[in-house]
DNA sequence: TTGTAGGCGTTATCAC
DNA sequence: GTGATAACGCCTACAA
C-alpha cells in the first residue's frame, strides 16, 4: 500500500483534515501554499486514497458487479470487456459471478456482493424477479443487459437490448423468402416473454405459412441443443429448408449435424443464428446471423449504471439497433 | 446491507466484543446461553459480516484479482471460470482486468487493484517484471498461470504452465513424421524464453531437418496473424506441407487463408494448433491441438494464491500436462 | 465470563 | 484558514 492520509499530514505539517480537504478539493478556504505543498508531497510519494476505507465512510465501494450465466459462452466475454473498459475509465472495478442460471447460486453470490457493499450490479439473462426487488429495496442501483422486462419498465431498473422479437421476426421472414418449404426453430427456454418464438411465429403468420408445433425444438443456448433438435427433428421425418436458431451456438451446432446426416447448407437448408459470436464468421459455411452490439451493451450498462450510483442520471430502457448479418449459410 | 454487529449486540444485550468473539469462534469463554442467543439471533435476522469494515481491520477483503490481455480471447474465460468457481467456493471475489498487453494499462490496473487493498493477484502472459518485483516487495502473493519465469522459479511466486517447449518439440515431430515437406511456424513474439519457437526449432534438428528463419511468421496471437502469416509465406514462393501455430486463432486464420488460396488441409498442408479452444473441435476441418487444461489452470491458480494469501502455504511451481488432440486437420 | 477502548484510513461537522 | 473529533463496521488487547 502507498503512504497514508496520516503520513502525508505529517510530513505537510498540517492535519488529515486539512490534507483530505485539498485532496478532494472540498474546501476552497486552504491557503495557497499549503494547498501546494500537499499536492507536491503527495505526488513526491506518490500517494492514492484507499478505496477501502473511503467507501467505508461515503458508501460508494467503486466497485460494480456483474452477474451472467457462464463466461465460457462466447456471448459474454464482449460485454464484460465493454463493462470493464467504461468502469475502469471511471475509476471503477468490476467483480463478475458466473451463476450457471441457478437462483440459488444467484443468490450466493448476491449475498456476496453485498458484503462487500458492491455499489451496483448489471444482470444478464438469469435473474430471478425476487432478487430485483430485493435490490430495489436495498436502493442498489441494478441495469439488466439483453433483457426486457416489461413489469420493471417504470421502475428505477436499466434495461438494454435489442427487439428480439422485431429481429426474430425479419431474419425467419428472410429465411421464408430465401426457401421454399417450412422454416424450422431452435431454441432455449426464454421463460416468459418469448421475444424470439414470438418473432419467428409471427413471421410465419404473416407469410401466410401454417405454424407447427412439431418444428420446433427447445434445450439450451449451447451447441448440443443444435445438434440435438436436428437429430430429433429429422427422426421425426421432419423436413425443412430454413431453419431459425436462438443463438449462435445452436446454430453451429445444427450445422454440424446437418452436414453429419448427409445435408448442405445452404443447399438443402438455410440456416440463420443470433448473436453473431467471432466464430459466426469463421465456421465453414459461415453462419448469417442477428448480430446484438454486445460490446456496445457492456460500455452503456456500465455508463448507465455509474450515472445512477453517482446521482447523475435515472436508470431507463435502451433499445439498440441490430443488423442481420448475411454470410454463406444463407446463399 | 444486512444489520450490523452493533445492533445484533444491543439485541442479545450485550457488547460488540462478545458477538465478535461468538461468531468468529475466537474465545471459548463465553457462556453457552449467551452464545446461543447470540448465533440465533445473527440467523434470525440474517447477519452477516461486512467484508468492508472487517478488511480495514484484518488486512484481508477477500477479494483476488485476475490480469489478463483481452478475456475476449477464448483461450481466457475457461481460466476465468476456473478461478472465479475455486474463489466463490472458499468465500473469495474475483476482480478481472483487461489490460492489453500494455504495461501502463498493467501498471494503472495493478494501483486500483492496490487502493482496494486486493488480498493477491493472478497474471497471464503480459506482466512487466518490474510489476513482479513490486508485488513482491508490497508482500501481496502472486501466481502466474501459462507463464514460466525461471527467474522467478525461487521467488515466493507461484507458476502455473505446461511444459511448451515440449509440447511444441512434440506437436513438429508429429507434423514431420506426417507430412515429407518442410513445416512452417506461425507465432507471436513470445519475449525472452520463446518455449514454442525452441520446441519447434528443436524437433526440426532432432529429425535432422534444417531449420530455414524464412518458414517462420512472428505477429500476434490472434487470426489475422494467421492468415497473414499465410499470405505472406506464400507470397515468398515458400512451399510447406506442415503449419505449426502458437495457438488456435492463428491456426483458424491460417487454415481459412489456405483454403482461399486453394490449398487443401489436411491434403496438401496439415495443421497444429494450441489451446484447444472450443472452437478447435467445430471449424471444418477440425483443428489437430496441443490442450492447455485452462478451467484446471485457474483453479489451481486460485488454491494456490488462497493458501499463500491465508498462510497455508507458500506458492510453488506447478507443471500440468498438455494432450495432443488430433483431428482432422492431420489426416 | 464479559466489556471498554482504541484503531484500521478516510470524511465531515464544528469549533477555534 | 485550520484542526479536533466523531463517525463508518469490525477486531482485539487488556481490564474488570
Redesign the pocket.
Known sequence: ?SI???ELAAMA??????V??V??K??H???KA?TEEILSLARKYDYT??VI??A???RNTRTIGFMLPDIRNPFFPGIVRGIEDEAMAKGYSLIISNTDNDPEIESDCFRMLQNRMISGVIFTRALSTSTVSELLELNIPVVLVDRMIDALRKESVGQIFINLHDAFFAATGFLISRSDGPVAFICADEGSDRPRFNGYRDALSSASRDFDESFVYIGQYDIETGAEGVEKLLACGKKFSGLMCGNDLIAIGAMNKLREKGLRVPDDVKVIGCDDIEFAALVSPSLTTIKQPTYEYGRKAARMLIDSIEGKASPFSCELDYTLVIRESCY
Open positions: 500500500m497514508t492520509m496520516k505539517g498540517v492535519s488529515c483534515a486539512t483530505s480537504k485532496l478532494n472540498t474546501d478556504h486552504i491557503s499549503k486514497p484507499n476505507a473511503k467505508l465512510k461515503v
